[in-house]
């Protein structure tokens, strides 16, 4: 989640579908970063985890927003297939957070939330390349 692609776009003229997602894609890898960062120096001064679950809850809120704003936004019909798969893994992190915040701080969760990044980094590259 670096928001490289939208930096390193192409400096055409972009359809608003494009310029939205890049702006939702980014706004969601800016805010994680930060809470990514805030997590480092609490864990750096408070070597417990109790800088674990403010994280998680940040996160839970930044892939649910993220998803409402995919929701809100208007893409072509071609490309619903790919957004409905970016919304439904959007959905998914939302939940896994929601676990990690109510204490399944297991390997799996984890394992599971790396995974669904991937995913949700793959699918944001594909809608991306769809509507470009």
């Known amino acids: 989640m670096t928001g490289v692609f939208a930096k390193n776009a192409k400096k055409t003229k972009k359809s608003p579908a494009l310029a939205d997602l890049e702006t939702d894609y980014g706004v969601l890898a800016?805010?994680?970063?930060?809470?990514?960062k805030t997590l480092?120096?609490?864990q750096h001064s408070h070597p417990t985890n109790s800088c674990i679950k403010p994280f998680a809850e940040h996160a839970?809120?930044?892939?649910?927003?993220?998803e409402r704003r995919l929701t809100s936004n208007i893409f072509p019909a071609a490309t619903q297939t790919q957004v409905?798969?970016?919304?439904?893994?959007?959905?998914?992190?939302?939940k896994l957070y929601q676990q990690f915040n109510a204490g399944a701080t297991t390997a799996q969760t984890l394992t599971k939330i790396a995974a669904a990044t991937i995913a949700l980094n793959h699918e944001?590259?594909?809608?991306?390349?769809e509507l470009s």
Do not use: G, M, N, S
């Open 40 to 42: 480092a120096v609490c």
């Open 84 to 94: 409905e798969k970016i919304r439904a893994t959007a959905r998914h992190l939302t």
């Open 124 to 129: 944001y590259t594909t809608l991306v390349r």
């Open 60 to 66: 839970e809120q930044e892939f649910a927003r993220f």
């Open 30 to 36: 800016y805010q994680l970063a930060r809470y990514d």
